[in-house]
């Protein structure tokens, strides 16, 4: 399974950008799929996900109301971050296989990771 992220860059704060994110290797199963970030000496937190169905979605409180996650289809996914802010500057994985339920974005044992892509907030 592999999963393939584009769409990261800088911004000054107030900006947007649009990360997409494609899975390939699959050749039947859907799973949750979600978008996670970590910080400069920070941990790995779970930002947002979308269930296996694409009906459910949530977000961690920091980026409720400024981003919006959608599900093209089964294997792909993409995150449109508006009003960004410098605390939201990370690398940003996505992530299938993950545990994605009300009040939790979480990786499992069986997840798998897209390479990364940092976002940049500065002035």
């Known amino acids: 399974v592999q999963l393939t992220e584009s769409g990261g860059g800088s911004v000054q704060p107030g900006g947007s950008l649009i990360l997409s994110c494609t899975v390939s290797?699959?050749?039947?199963?859907?799973?949750?799929m979600g978008w996670f970030r970590q910080a400069p000496g920070k941990e790995r937190e779970g930002v947002a996900c979308?269930?296996?169905?694409?009906?459910?979605l949530y977000y961690v409180d920091s980026v409720k109301g400024r981003f919006t996650i959608s599900r093209d289809n089964a294997y792909s996914l993409s995150l449109q971050m508006n009003n960004l802010e410098p605390e939201d500057t990370a690398i940003y994985y996505c992530?299938?296989?993950?545990?994605?339920?009300?009040?939790?974005?979480?990786?499992?044992?069986?997840?798998?990771w897209g390479q990364g892509t940092q976002v940049t907030v500065s002035s």
């Open positions: 992530a299938t296989a993950i545990r994605c339920q009300p009040g939790t974005v979480a990786a499992s044992r069986q997840t798998y």
């Open positions: 979308s269930e296996w169905r694409g009906s459910m």
């Open positions: 290797g699959v050749t039947s199963s859907v799973y949750n």
